[in-house]
């Protein structure tokens, strides 16, 4: 079964300074077009054995071959039970290993490129063949969609979002795989950065991004509000208009499946211009779009 879908237009946005540009969304969109598309190109050529860590250089190469040349975290690439961060207990098992894939298995692709100066950050699951569990997790996450973007027209709180996102996993009958994830966080600020001939990484993640996500943190301290979504009391305000990466992630025993995406939160009064996900044309909205 086929559908066209068609490319979500953003609403011009309005309100103060803080709030994004709609010429700056553009290029925020076509780095989220182009990560997706890597993360496509790069799924449709996994196959048995191969290993987290060739698709995570997969990743890269296709992306490098293209211009990028930062990034706001290395691409990242996890396998079987792994999806689901099973044992996870420092970030260094985050890194992608040699676990290798096998038919039926679970994958995530993850991956953060920056281009022309604009980040993005995105979550591809996926499976190698058949695997209804993880098809109905997809399905699931669908709803987590709609819930976040309703919850932040409404001006709820980071906190707040976070929680019922969180008891939404547990009606459903998974478990919050995100809160494994440093500081337990389902999203984070996104931003610009300078280009640069030579742009280091540091322990997987970009100098310049790390960086401009500090200085959020700094600035959002002394003003009371926090660049990070997560369950603690530094997530207890509205977010703060700018760009979003969020990631919604569930876990199921040994099976995990997520989507991340780039949502946009201005200061309009207008509850559909005030939050709106930046891009509908991605793959696991054309996924929910075809089954209806």
Request: proline share 8%; aromatic share 10%; charged share 25%.
């Amino acid at each position: 079964m086929t559908s066209t879908i068609r490319a979500a237009t953003a609403p011009p946005v309005t309100g103060g300074a803080r709030a994004p540009a709609a010429a700056g969304l553009d290029g925020f969109r076509a780095v989220q077009r182009l990560a997706y598309d890597c993360a496509e190109a790069v799924a449709a050529r996994l196959s048995p054995g191969v290993t987290e860590r060739e698709a995570a250089r997969m990743q890269r190469e296709w992306l490098r071959e293209r211009g990028v040349r930062d990034w706001f975290h290395l691409p990242f690439a996890w396998f079987g039970d792994r999806t689901a961060f099973a044992g996870f207990r420092i970030p260094l098992q985050f890194f992608p290993t040699d676990r290798k894939l096998e038919p039926g298995m679970p994958f995530i692709l993850d991956l953060a490129p920056v281009y022309q100066g604009f980040t993005a950050d995105v979550g591809y699951s996926g499976s190698l063949g058949l695997n209804p569990l993880h098809d109905r997790m997809l399905d699931d996450l669908r709803e987590h969609r709609e819930l976040i973007l309703r919850e932040v027209r409404e001006r709820r709180t980071l906190r707040e979002v976070y929680e019922d996102v969180d008891r939404l996993m547990v009606r459903q009958g998974y478990a919050n795989r995100h809160r494994a994830y440093p500081f337990g966080v389902i999203a984070h600020k996104m931003g610009t950065v300078r280009r640069r001939r030579w742009s280091p990484t540091l322990f997987g993640f970009g100098a310049q991004a790390l960086r401009g996500l500090a200085s959020d943190a700094l600035h959002g301290h002394r003003d009371g509000w926090s660049p990070l979504r997560s369950p603690y009391p530094f997530s207890d305000h509205p977010p703060q208009p700018g760009v979003w990466a969020v990631e919604p992630h569930l876990g199921f025993r040994d099976t995990g499946a997520k989507f991340e995406e780039l949502l946009v939160v201005t200061d309009s009064r207008d509850p559909e211009q005030s939050a709106f996900w930046l891009d509908d044309d991605l793959p696991h909205v054309r996924r929910w779009e075809a089954v209806r």
